[in-house]
């Protein structure tokens, strides 16, 4: 398991643990980012956002955020 901010570009992953609070929790399972999810890195910039694709839609996650959701490479 890792970080997603960890994840190298074109990579997929599923989501294993959300290691944030119940807002932030909620706040992404409301755009689709829950333990079993699978989705594919689309960029890892090194100092901005990563921004993932699940089912065809494009989510940009800051990166202290992607530090708090712990993924496992498929």
Request: aromatic letters at 6%; proline letters at 5%.
């Amino acid at each position: 398991m890792m970080p997603l901010a960890y994840v190298p570009t074109g990579r997929q992953v599923r989501v294993i643990e959300v290691r944030a609070g119940k807002g932030l929790a909620i706040r992404l399972a409301e755009m689709g980012i829950f333990p079993g999810v699978v989705v594919r890195v689309v960029s890892d910039f090194s100092r901005g956002p990563v921004v993932v694709e699940r089912e065809g839609m494009r989510i940009g996650l800051g990166r202290g955020i992607a530090f708090k959701i712990w993924v496992q490479e498929i």
